[in-house]
């Protein structure tokens, strides 16, 4: 009897499978600062069309943006991460969906934070074991919205189709990262106008993480 095939699910982490308290308003205000000071960016600059992820990318196209800027801005961010990570929670029925679910997917993380902080944060709420991979920012070069760390992914699987896979996380970067990889995307407990505003339509809209299994 051949086996089925097996599928696979990309996740978000922060706010998808984790309740962090992360605060990336600050975040990107801090590093947005920082980047001003430098004189790397703009000053009036629409930072609301930005996130953190994205805003360091268009400081990256400034012949400015070296290596000590970008050291500095890593600091900024890894330590507002990290304080946010303390005491991570999970998601309501996050663990009972991932048993439910690792005899029939491949299932992985693909995160914009550190890969250090991913996994200790997955170890500390006791579902690392879930995954067969966990991609951070430095796995995937560049964060999303960038489709890099979803290629990055499915290079480990070449026997799946693209049709094999979904993305399920909160925001619009997750959203965009999907449809720039050609898969499908589940919108969690998202912004709907604001996944409208940025041209990305999701397979569907979940509330509650059990609500997955209907597109699975």
Same mark, same amino acid.
């Given at each position: 009897m051949v086996p =089925?095939?097996?599928r696979g699910i990309i996740l978000d982490m922060d706010n998808t499978i984790l309740r962090s308290r992360i605060d990336f308003k600050q975040i990107k205000n801090e590093v947005y600062t920082l980047l001003v000071r430098a004189g790397i960016i #703009? @000053?009036?600059l629409p930072l609301? #069309?930005?996130t953190a992820s994205t805003l360091i990318e268009h400081a990256r196209l400034s012949a400015m943006f070296n290596g000590e800027i970008e050291q500095a801005v890593w600091a900024v961010v890894t330590e507002l991460e990290q304080a946010g990570m303390k005491d991570a929670g999970l998601e309501p029925g996050v663990a009972a969906l991932l048993m439910q679910l690792q005899a029939d997917f491949h299932l992985t993380i693909l995160t914009n934070n550190s890969y250090t &902080? @991913? +996994?200790q944060a997955l170890r500390s709420t006791g579902i690392e074991m879930y995954f067969d991979h966990v991609i951070g920012r430095e796995q995937a070069v560049t964060m999303k919205p960038s489709p890099q760390g979803i290629h990055h992914i499915l290079g480990h699987y070449p026997h799946l189709s693209k049709e094999d896979w979904l993305s399920v996380g909160d925001a619009w970067i997750d959203g965009k990262a999907a449809m720039? @990889?050609?898969i499908r995307f +589940? &919108?969690?407990q998202a912004n709907q106008p604001e996944l409208e505003r940025r041209g990305i339509v999701p397979l569907g809209h979940i509330d509650e993480l059990h609500q997955? =299994?209907?597109? =699975?």
């Open positions: =089925l095939k097996r #703009e @000053a009036d609301h #069309e930005f &902080a @991913a +996994i720039k @990889a050609g +589940i &919108a969690y997955l =299994l209907h597109y =699975l």
